[in-house]
């Protein structure tokens, strides 16, 4: 799509003469077209429908988080990747149109399309999600790297208000995210003091260079290493479930019933199958239907009226409730913070 537009817009088609689009073509299929065959031969018709059906055109038309299928969504998501040079996005727009937006270069209308295309595209569709429009940050800060060479003025000392109060939410929602115990961290102080070292940098190189680009640039280096480290990376620890795919390895368990939020991860860590456990009543709910959104439940289940199994997973949050719905007498074989594995006692 990005290309055909950028030759629509430059009007030269003969650019496809010297794109090896057989060859090109050939060589695309021998990589991808293996992988779709095996999947095919094992999964059959579950594959088709899982993958294309739920995974591609549901995705597409039935938004999956509907709070999130709003026109800004995107516009938000970006302006925040691209911080702290996303305050110079609307004063580039306003440039080029002004000064030379019939005058753009060839690598500036395709970078350009390739922004924008992709930015429309997945606008359009109904399940949004922060990964979606990623590939558009690659053109979008050569545009802005461009213009930062050529219009050296633009960030001035103005501007630093803005990448300073950015900076200072960034913080603040760290904060509270931890104070909260929303992610639970240790090292916020990185943060703080990262600012620190980010304003000592921005005086020093901007003695040296003179420049307020490099000195911004070595601010956001070190506090967004900071960042990674005091929240990105224990967030990421306490979203993934690699500690439950641990801990249903080191018990040798192969098939586990686990009730409570139902954490994909685990299946990858482990190898084990794991199973869904819910009422009888939350069954027709769950079942997949036919071009329905429910078709992404596509996890096994049980319910909890009919447990098969002797070994259960749960929260520690579903642990009382879960206790107070079963006959059988439960005993903790193993427990974390955030999981707990239970075996049924012998009568």
Request: glycine share 6%.
């Amino acid at each position: 799509m990005i290309i055909t537009l950028f030759l629509l817009w430059q009007r030269d088609w003969r650019v496809l003469k010297r794109m090896h689009l057989v060859s090109g073509t050939l060589l695309c299929a021998a990589v991808a077209v293996p992988w779709y065959a095996v999947m095919y031969s094992l999964h059959g018709s579950d594959f088709i429908n899982t993958f294309f059906g739920t995974h591609n055109f549901l995705r597409a038309t039935v938004s999956e988080h509907p709070r999130d299928d709003v026109f800004y969504y995107y516009t938000l998501v970006n302006l925040l990747a691209l911080f702290p040079w996303s305050g110079l996005v609307p004063w580039a727009a306003y440039k080029w149109w002004r000064q030379g937006h019939r005058k753009l270069g060839e690598q500036q209308k395709f970078l350009l399309l390739w922004a924008l295309v992709v930015f429309v595209f997945f606008q359009c569709m109904a399940t949004k999600y922060i990964t979606y429009t990623y590939p558009l940050l690659f053109p979008a800060s050569l545009l802005l790297g461009s213009m930062l060479a050529k219009y050296t003025d633009c960030v001035d000392g103005g501007y630093m208000y803005f990448v300073g109060g950015g900076f200072g939410l960034l913080l603040v929602g760290a904060w509270f995210a931890v104070s909260h115990q929303l992610i639970a961290s240790e090292l916020l102080f990185l943060l703080p003091l990262a600012l620190i070292i980010g304003v000592m940098l921005d005086y020093i190189l901007r003695l040296v260079t003179g420049e307020r680009a490099c000195s911004i640039a070595a601010m956001s280096v070190v506090f967004y290493i900071a960042l990674v480290f005091s929240i990105a990376v224990p967030f990421s620890e306490q979203r993934s479930a690699k500690n439950l795919g641990d801990m249903l390895t080191e018990n040798d368990v192969h098939e586990v019933g686990l009730y409570g939020q139902y954490p994909t991860s685990a299946v990858f860590y482990s190898s084990s199958k794991v199973v869904k456990l819910m009422h009888e009543r939350e069954v027709a709910g769950y079942v997949p239907k036919d071009f329905s959104w429910t078709g992404k439940n596509v996890m096994p289940y049980a319910t909890l009226e009919q447990n098969p199994y002797r070994i259960v997973v749960v929260t520690p949050k579903s642990y009382d409730r879960f206790i107070r719905q079963q006959n059988k007498k439960w005993q903790v074989i193993d427990a974390d913070n955030s999981w707990i594995m239970l075996r049924v006692q012998n009568s």
